[in-house]
């Protein structure tokens, strides 16, 4: 019930709108150089993204398991944390593909660290 109404706050419910438009942007975004030459820019936006999704699934009401809600807005079910372990499959998978662009020595990321990370 508590997840009902945080969602159902004004603020909470403008804040919502900007965050889907803006996440769905960037998901686009790191699919599209995912598939092109800049894979290795679309690992570090999607391991960024997936972080940021990780940690609001963590530390807020949503939880592990979305709920899902019908029509008069009564929880009905959850995803069984079906979507929280696709995020957290694909976290995995940026991150091999960032250790892999960071090891290799022609390395597009690590030119933009400090040298001491180098």
């Not at 009902?4 to 706050?9: G, L, R």
């Not at 949503?62 to 372990?85: H, K, P, T, Y």
């Not at 991150?95 to 180098?118: D, F, M």
Request: aromatic share 14%; with cysteine.
């Amino acid at each position: 019930m508590f997840l009902a109404y945080w969602e159902s706050t004004l603020v909470c419910r403008g804040f919502l709108y900007i965050h889907h438009c803006i996440r769905g942007g960037l998901e686009l975004v790191a699919s599209r150089l995912l598939l092109r030459f800049f894979w290795h820019w679309g690992a570090l936006l999607t391991f960024e993204i997936m972080s940021c999704a990780i940690v609001f699934h963590l530390f807020t009401p949503l939880g592990v398991a979305m709920s899902q809600f019908d029509d008069m807005e009564v929880i009905i079910g959850n995803d069984c944390g079906i979507l929280f372990g696709q995020a957290c499959l694909t976290w995995i998978a940026a991150l091999a593909l960032l250790v892999k662009n960071l090891t290799s020595s022609e390395s597009q990321i690590r030119g933009i660290l400090p040298n001491r990370y180098k």
